[in-house]
């Protein structure tokens, strides 16, 4: 079987490998989403006569910790990424099975938060504010999970392109890398805007 050109190993004309240039790329079309929608809240805001504080009616050790258990499965993320790179698939497997955990992790914790919400009867139709918290949120756990879902096969049936494609493999690792941490940083934006100010 022939290999697609540039899989592997970078193109002359950009200095990336497909799937590289490619997710750099989408990332470009997700920073214009969230940019959007974090101009909209900051209109938003700035129009609104009374505007809740997010440290008054958010969890912020919720919040808090939720940060935490992101920024630790970036790590994570990277130690697989680097693992592959060491030949070292046992710690690659455990990294990228810790990664795997945190989110799951942050999507529990994001679940007792809106369901705390949602049994005092604050649902997005409350106000502005809980339509842009919910909706920022909400596309932001969308994110987790298919992030979760694209790890958790390369964690399973997907591993399986390291014994016949190590180089390949550990580019796509890279690559679903590059997106998790996109992921996190969002959140890292989020948490601010919306828990602190």
């Known amino acids: 079987m022939e290999m697609i050109p540039y899989t592997v190993e970078a193109r002359k004309d950009t200095g990336l490998y497909n799937a590289k ?9 997700e920073v214009m989403l969230f940019g959007g929608l974090f101009s909209s809240y900051i209109l938003l805001r700035l129009g609104a006569p009374v505007w809740p504080h997010g440290k008054d009616v958010l969890n912020v050790p919720l919040g808090t910790f ?28 455990a ?19 809106y369901g705390a919400k949602f049994s005092h009867g604050i649902f997005p139709r409350e106000n502005t504010y809980y339509a842009i918290y919910y909706t920022l949120t909400g596309l932001h756990a969308l994110h987790i999970i298919g992030g979760v879902v694209v790890l958790a096969y390369f964690w399973g049936p997907g591993s399986k392109m390291w014994l016949t494609q190590p180089e390949r493999f550990t580019n796509r690792i890279e690559v679903v890398g590059l997106y ?3 992921v996190d940083l ?11 100010l």
């Open 21 to 29: 240039l490619g997710i750099w790329l989408f990332l470009a079309s």
């Open 66 to 93: 939720n940060t935490m258990v992101l920024i630790s499965s970036s790590v994570t993320m990277v130690l697989a990424w680097v693992a592959l790179k060491q030949k070292n698939f046992p710690k690659f497997k």
């Open 95 to 113: 990294t990228l099975g810790l990664t795997i955990l945190c989110s799951l992790l942050f999507m529990v914790v994001k679940g007792f938060e």
């Open 180 to 182: 998790w941490h996109f």
């Open 186 to 196: 969002v959140w890292i934006f989020l948490f601010p805007v919306l828990y602190l």
